[in-house]
């Protein structure tokens, strides 16, 4: 089975593949950024499996994720991430990913997912470190959260969002902070992509 692993962590790619390749069953293919694993995709596959890190040079919030998978066609795609909370693992899920997969999960469960995730039999799902299958529905926004996020992806700055909504920037910003935890995202480019998942 060939895996293509995109990951900027030398340590982590290295052990991963040779646990992966040490029985013979499988053959990783390394890229550090998402326009080398692109590229590999390009000349060499599309790959059994990619699995892709969440926090890798080139994924601009979702936006690399939706690259590969559309590279990859048919093929499986999964997210592998330290911090990716449920409502960015379900936007994931929504963009393509078979699964969101935490990188502290035992590495016995990471293999039985990819090979269950290349038979095809893997339910998308997100797994925390323990393992366990979390929910994937888009988190609830309030209504206040739902006009903040609106007024991002209309471009809107914060003093143009407080005079917008009648409101201070300072609850603006604290808007934005709860509405970045809810989503589970860092920034305004994040939360525009996954905003996709809202009927705004």
């Known amino acids: 089975m060939r895996i293509l692993f995109a990951d900027d962590h030398d340590l982590l790619r290295d052990a991963l593949k040779a646990y992966l390749e040490a029985e013979g069953e499988f053959t990783v293919r390394l890229a550090s950024t998402v326009g080398e694993g692109l590229a590999a995709i390009t000349s060499e596959g599309p790959f059994d499996l990619v699995l892709l890190d969440f926090q890798i040079p080139g994924m601009d919030g979702l936006l690399g994720l939706r690259q590969v998978v559309a590279a990859q066609g048919a093929s499986p795609v999964m997210l592998l991430t330290g911090v990716a909370t449920e409502g960015t693992a379900a936007a994931a899920l929504r ?3 078979v699964a969101v997969l935490s990188k502290t999960m035992p590495i016995e ?3 039985g997912a990819i090979i269950s995730a290349i038979k095809g039999t893997l339910a998308p799902a997100y797994r925390g470190a323990s393992g366990q299958v ?7 926004l309030t209504p206040r959260q739902e006009q903040v996020l609106r007024c991002i992806c209309a471009g809107l700055s914060n003093k143009q969002i407080a005079r917008e909504l009648e409101l201070t920037e300072a609850t603006v910003k604290m808007h934005l902070k709860m509405l970045y935890v809810k989503l589970g995202v860092n920034s305004r480019t994040q939360a525009i992509l996954v905003s996709k998942n809202f009927n705004l």
């Open 134 to 140: 979390a929910s994937s529905e888009v988190p609830t």
């Open 109 to 111: 469960k990471l293999k």
């Open 95 to 97: 963009f393509g990913a």
